[in-house]
Structures are given as C-alpha cells and as structure tokens.
C-alpha cells in the first residue's frame, strides 16, 4: 500500500483562522484515515487504533488555539497521533502478558482477535519482521515505507535530524529482509 | 522465497468495520464541540500563565513585607489613627446618628445667637469624665 504524502493544506490553516470550528472539522476529514492507517500499524489492534486516533484529534483540538505555524499542520498531526499510538503501547505492555512481537500470539491475547486482519502469508511475514524492529526504527519505517513521508517533515514529526533517519530506514529495510528471508 | 521487499505485493492488511471513517469522524468532532469552553479556559490561563504568576509573586511579596512592617513597628497610644479608627468602628454610636439631621441641628446652633445655658461644673465635669487632664482644663477656662 502506498499513499501519497500529505502537503500542507492552506486552505485548513486559513479557516482554522476564521471559523475553528468549521476548519477542526475539515482537519479532521482530510487525516483522520492517514492518522488512522499510521496508528493502527504501530498498535495493531483496531479498538486501540480508534481509542488512539480519538485521542489525538481531541489533544489537537484543545491546542489548536495555540497552532501557529501554518507550514506544519501536518507534521504537527503526525506528531501528536505517534505519541498517542506509543503512549497505548507503553500501556499494553505495562499490563499485557503478550508483548506486540508476533502479531498472531498477540491477535490471540486479544478481545478482539484477527478479525480486522485479512492479510496473506507474505503480508503476515512482512508485518511480524517490521513488529522485531527497535520502537524507533519501526517508526521511520512505516513512516517512509507505507506514508512515503520525506525525510524533512519526518524529522519535523520524530525531532531527529534527517541523516539520522535515512541510517536508520535502511537499517530497517536490511533488518526485514534478512527476518523475511530467515523464515 | 522472497527476500526483498519491493516483492511484497503493496496490499493494506489491515481492516476496518463499515462505515468506521465516516462515524469516528462524527464522534470526534462532537466530542470536541463539547469541551470548547473548557479549551477557553486553559487557552487564556495557559497564554497568561507567565504574567498571573509574576503578578502573584509581586502581590505576595507586598502583603508579606507589609505586615513584617506592621508586626515589628511599635504601636502608638493615642495616636490620631487610632481614634479615627474607633470613630468609625461598628460598635461607635456615631453609626446610629443620621448625618442630615446632624447637619440641621449644627447649622442651627451656629446661626443662633443663642448660647446654652451650661455651667463651669458641668464643663469640667464633661471634661474629667473625657479624661482630660485636670491642669489643661484650668489653663483653658
């Protein structure tokens, strides 16, 4: 699945200006599956992945008033839904006796089982190596592989400098294939 | 065997119930019409978050300089503050005069040529019950 990357949307901004109300909603109609997509795979799971996407527009919402930078609505997006997913995860894994490393002994931990999980055996593989990968690493990989997110508005999203991030997602992609290809 | 990525075939796994986008959506932006004002409040509280605190630490270090003032200065007897301050107490039975019929009756003792008929005893008698000091009470009548 590729998606295309996301620009800043003047037209939000300009409205969030004017009519709040009437721009949040517009904000949240145009990310609100993007957020989503990116949530879900971190956390997995579709009820956290909702209670999390939830959860970032509210935070959104409450400092909206204070979002300035009209440049960065998308970043700024990315970044509050990246920590909503890994402050979910931290609880899972406070509470939880499976951690997320291997999705089908975690669908079976669940309430909600593999129900909204339809992937084949190729899909399967490629998601239990990218749940292997370091919390960070995981990150930038989803992030480039699956958003096609730039290298600058990634680092605007995760505060690392873009070098950084380049070493690190293609550490990543050296890390999957060798897990695809050890299976 | 596959062993690298571009041969994966590009396919969402993941799934959603129906119609999920279109009531998340909705539950968000009711959810959030509901906390507005609360949002107000912090906003502006968060915006002059620094000056409220500036503001209290100049107020509290006033009060707290005054009263060490007030507490190590020595109290004065008689001191015109003082009386004025009994004057104008609660319990002062000025408080039970009604101030325009205090007026009529002054202005009229001022424009009468009338004197009241009252005698030296009783003046010191008023005097000593005010303690006034008996000497300043001879050197004035």
Known sequence: ?183 | MMNKLNEIPEKNPFKVPDNYFEEVNRKIITAASGIDREVLKVSVYNRFKTSFLIAASVAGLILITYTTIKLLSPVKVNSPVSEVLHEISPDSYLNDIDLSSLEENASSLVLSEEVPDVSKKDIIDYLLNENVEINDIYAQL
Do not use: C
């Open chain 1, 1 to 183: 699945m590729k998606l295309n990357t996301i620009r800043p949307d003047d037209n939000i901004s300009e409205l969030l200006k004017t009519d709040l109300n009437k721009g949040f909603q517009l904000l949240v109609e145009k990310y609100s599956q993007k957020l989503y997509w990116h949530i879900r795979r971190l956390v997995i799971l579709h009820e956290d992945a909702d209670d999390a996407l939830q959860n970032t527009f509210i935070n959104a919402w409450k400092s909206i008033g204070n979002f300035r930078s009209e440049s960065s609505l998308y970043t700024w997006l990315y970044t509050i839904a990246t920590n909503e997913a890994l402050a979910l995860i931290n609880k899972r894994k406070r509470n939880a006796a499976v951690s997320i490393d291997d999705l089908e002994s975690y669908f079976a931990s669940s309430h909600e089982g593999s129900i909204w999980f339809d992937g084949d055996e190729a899909q399967l593989k490629l998601q239990n190596a990218i749940l292997q990968l370091p919390e960070k690493q995981r990150i930038v990989f989803n992030l480039k592989y699956f958003d096609e997110m730039t290298y600058n508005d990634m680092s605007k999203v995760l505060k690392t400098s873009e070098g950084a991030l380049k070493a690190s997602y293609h550490h990543a992609v050296k890390k999957i294939e060798k897990i695809i290809l050890s299976d």
